[in-house]
């Protein structure tokens, strides 16, 4: 499912430090998962202006005016994250490996934004 394939994707993206391997990963990343008519979008709420912060960002990455910060996609994961709670996380329960990282990872990084506090 592209809810799990896009989560797992953004995980790994957070994880590397070399800057050219994130910008190429993080348009990977887009076309493949975020932009409109990508072909395995996930349709999160308000998905256009997250498209839109996600493709600047990684433009003026690409042409060096900025460097791509590791979270670049936490807003569409957070959006995933709540949208795998209702009727389509049931999917996710039969892998276990899978939806222990998830919850794991969701809330660490809740806890080092300090979301909930």
Do not use: C, H
């Amino acid at each position: 499912d592209e809810l799990l394939a896009f989560w797992k994707a953004a995980n790994d993206y957070m994880k590397l430090s070399d800057p050219s391997k994130r910008i190429a990963e993080a348009r990977r990343i887009y076309e493949l998962f975020v932009k409109d008519g990508a072909e395995q979008q996930i349709n999160i709420p308000q998905a256009s202006q997250v498209a839109r912060t996600i493709g600047k960002q990684i433009d003026e990455g690409e042409r060096g005016e900025v460097e791509l910060a590791p979270k670049i996609f936490v807003r569409a994961q957070t959006e995933v994250f709540k949208m795998m709670q209702s009727d389509p996380f049931k999917r996710f329960r039969a892998d276990k490996t899978a939806l222990s990282e998830l919850i794991d990872t969701f809330f660490t990084d809740a806890d080092t934004r300090g979301v909930g506090r």
